[in-house]
């Protein structure tokens, strides 16, 4: 990409980062301001939602994890086990593989993930949070939303199909030993990323553009959805609850994103703040 992001991380600074990014149009930039613009929206509107629902804001961890032998020292979730019940949290994460994957536009090299999880809640609690704060707070079309899960979530067809998403048009089923051998989230999800105790899991995906299909028919699914966040349903590895990736939500509600490199001063600017240099880092550089 022509630029040298050690040097980017050593000069450290948000404004030193700004000047040595390479100059983008003034299309691109007009994106990446129209998207922070909607993404400061959606925080606020979380915000208000999930404090109108009775639940507390709790301090984000540090996005440096200190666990260098996984993801490169970077946080990947926001931590399921510490965060107590009747609380929610705006965690800001950074993904190491991400970067081979970085020409998708809901691909991004720092984002938040929102995370909460209900007093004394089963799966069709979560489930029914999850659409609640979705198409009720946020006005997402429930036609356009669908799931990909494991066939332990056949106890929620109940719940899905009296919320009007029939489980028989919404739901895509993984095979069970496929998905706990991916350890990807979709359908199992692994609190402790070395630990073989999981959370069963519904990856829940909005539609893009202008196709009609009521869900996706493989996995992983086509470029047409975006995962925008995940229901837990079942396990006892941590709290039952639910999460929500922000900029994910963002562009399923607007359509807008910003471009990959305006998003990595974001992340080197965090990360010197916090005074760490997770190994990491290398990969983004």
């Known amino acids: 990409m022509g630029l040298n992001r050690r040097r980017v991380v050593q000069l450290g600074t948000a404004a030193t980062v700004g000047t040595l990014l390479p100059r983008v149009g003034a299309a691109a930039a007009d994106q990446n301001d129209t998207f922070e613009q909607e993404f400061a929206n959606t925080i606020n509107q979380l915000r208000t939602a999930f404090s109108e629902l009775g639940f507390i804001e709790a301090e984000p961890l540090s996005l440096a994890s200190g666990v260098d032998d996984y993801n490169g020292g970077l946080r990947h979730d926001f931590d399921q086990s510490a965060l107590p019940s009747g609380e929610y ?17 809901d691909v991004l090299p720092l984002f938040h993930e929102v995370g909460c999880h209900p007093a004394d809640a089963d799966g069709e609690a979560t489930t029914r949070l999850m659409m609640q704060v979705l198409t009720q707070s946020f006005g997402l079309d429930p036609s356009r939303i669908a799931f990909v899960t494991v066939p332990q979530a056949d106890d929620m067809r109940p719940v899905l199909d009296a919320l009007g998403l029939p ?5 895509l089923l993984r095979d069970k ?3 706990l051998a991916a350890r990807d989230a979709s359908g199992f999800f692994f609190p402790d990323p070395f630990g073989d105790e999981y959370l069963v899991t519904m990856g829940v995906y909005y539609r893009l553009g202008g196709t009609d299909e009521a869900a996706p028919t493989a996995y992983p699914p086509s470029d047409n959805w975006t995962e925008i966040g995940e229901v837990v349903i079942g396990g006892q590895a941590a ?8 900029e994910r939500l963002t562009y399923a509600r607007t359509g807008q994103y910003p471009t990959w490199d305006q998003r990595l001063g974001a992340l080197f600017s965090r990360i010197e703040d916090e005074g760490a240099e997770p190994p990491g880092l290398a990969a983004f550089r």
Do not use: H, M, N, W
């Not at 489980?167 to 739901?171: G, L």
């Not at 709290?239 to 922000?246: F, K, M, T, Y």
């Open 167 to 171: 489980f028989t048009e919404k739901v």
């Open 177 to 179: 030993a496929e998905a």
């Open 89 to 105: 949290v705006i965690q800001p994460l950074a993904r190491v593989a991400d970067v081979d994957e970085k020409s998708r536009a």
């Open 239 to 246: 709290p039952l609850g639910i999460s929500i990736g922000a």
